[in-house]
């Protein structure tokens, strides 16, 4: 009995001892001992619940404009979301291990990946080598998405334009498993000015129903109208301008074709400059193109019709028909032709006009000042023609200027332009799949 006895004490000590030994063990475990204990799982694969599915949730998302591009129609963007799951293998006993939270190296567990829909290419990275990991499993880490999304912004008002552009993102998810992402809420970052436009919106939306839900934040551009107005359109309202006042040089002496001409020649050569700057051709046009195309033909009209009034000015027809001549009357221009041939020695002698046998002379003298005369009241005759056509032509010219212009006014403030579709790729994606769905359920 005795024996018993010491035997069940001794028994006791030593369990006693091996206790105590395992909590001494445990308790001189620090968090990094922790954190390679957890490591040491190498669980790289996505946490399996029983519904196949694993709950992301986004308690922030942080978005920033970074640059668009005109002419190709893109939006370059910077995302920065807070990501939150649970993964109960990553838990722990806080009685066992006092500690509620360690920092484990990012690359050493599953960590899902955000993607954007309707992108053309996308870099995501971590913002930090480092994540946290809670005692009951949760997981929270960065990341930094930069994003290149194809968006048709409505230019049809360039340089006056704004629209919406969605940015849509979603985490992977195939028949039901995979990852729900549930997103709280999107900011905008401080600064939100960038080159000619500038973000005055973002908002996080959904679409879908609650089986189908999609996210997207929604940012709205606007253009900085300042700097296009004055590198486009002030520049060929301004040429406009010299032309309308180029109607105040002569017809005659070739300057103001000269300077239409040189005037036609800088539009064309602004317009080469500007070619690769102006935005491009998509679902809506900009009328910024039509702007530049109607004051190309307002300057080429113009020209066109300062040349012909030169003629018009200088032999009183728009056309030089071969033969032709001045309106001079017939009978003067043939006596004209006689001075001009047989007396002009007498012409150049003058002073001897009241010599005996000199009476001819006089008269050959008379009939070629009647006949300049006459040749001077024609050619005044072409130039007032041709400066009443000119005055018709300028108030035509402004008349149809300023019609244009209240044309273009109506086009840049009440004009209702053509809506862009900017969900074509959901449309896309849905057809996709219900053309697969149902080549696959036929038998």
């Not at 940012?219 to 486009?232: C, R, Y």
């Not at 009209?301 to 300062?306: G, I, Q």
């Not at 005044?380 to 018709?392: G, L, P, R, S, Y």
Request: hydrophobic share 40%; with cysteine; proline share 4%.
């Amino acid at each position: 009995m005795l024996r018993c006895m010491v035997k069940g004490v001794f028994l006791l000590i030593i369990a006693i001892a091996v206790i105590s030994a395992f909590g001494h063990a445990s308790s001189n475990c620090t968090r990094r001992c922790l954190a390679e204990k957890l490591m040491a799982k190498s669980y790289m694969s996505q946490p399996q619940a029983d519904n196949c599915k694993q709950i992301i949730r986004v308690p922030w998302i942080s978005y920033k404009t970074l640059s668009v591009n005109t002419v190709t129609r893109r939006l370059y963007s910077r995302l920065q979301a807070t990501m939150i799951w649970t993964d109960p293998q990553l838990g722990w006993d806080k009685s066992e291990y006092p500690y509620d939270a360690v920092v484990l190296p990012v690359n050493k567990i599953w960590t899902p990946e955000l993607r954007v829909t309707n992108a053309v290419r996308t870099t995501t990275v971590h913002a930090s080598r480092d994540l946290l990991v809670c005692s009951n499993g949760s997981v929270k880490h960065q990341v930094i998405i930069n994003t290149e999304v194809a968006c048709d912004i409505n230019m049809f008002k360039y340089p006056f334009a704004s629209d919406e552009c969605p940015v849509a993102i979603q985490a992977w998810e195939e028949n039901g498993c995979g990852m729900s992402l549930k997103l709280a809420h999107a900011r905008p970052t401080a600064e939100e000015d960038n080159g000619d436009w500038r973000t005055t919106d973002t908002r996080l939306l959904y679409q879908g129903d609650e089986t189908d839900e999609k996210s997207y934040i929604m940012v709205s551009l606007s253009t900085k109208a300042t700097n296009p107005f004055i590198t486009l359109i002030l520049p060929s309202l301004l040429i406009i301008l010299a032309d309308i006042v180029s109607f105040a040089l002569p017809l005659g002496g070739g300057e103001r074709n000269s300077f239409k001409v040189t005037l036609v020649l800088s539009f064309v050569m602004f317009l080469i400059i500007l070619k690769d700057l102006l935005p491009g051709d998509g679902k809506c046009s900009p009328v910024i193109r039509v702007h530049f195309c109607t004051c190309l033909i307002f300057l080429v009209l113009s020209m066109l019709a300062s040349l012909l009034l030169t003629r018009v000015s200088k032999d009183g027809s728009l056309f030089a028909l071969p033969g032709s001549k001045t309106s001079v009357p017939e009978h003067m221009d043939q006596k004209q032709e006689a001075v001009d041939e047989e007396s002009k020695p007498q012409i150049i002698e003058v002073t001897e006009l009241n010599a005996p046998g000199e009476s001819g002379v006089l008269e050959k003298v008379v009939i070629f000042l009647e006949a300049q005369a006459t040749r001077d009241r024609v050619s005044d005759q072409h130039q007032n023609i041709a400066n009443k056509m000119d005055k018709i032509c300028l108030c035509v010219y402004l008349c149809l200027f300023a019609i244009y212009l209240s044309c273009m006014l109506y086009m840049f403030t009440g004009y209702k332009e053509c809506q862009s579709n900017h969900f074509e790729f959901w449309e896309d994606d849905d057809n996709t799949a219900s053309q697969m769905t149902s080549q696959t359920t036929k038998p």
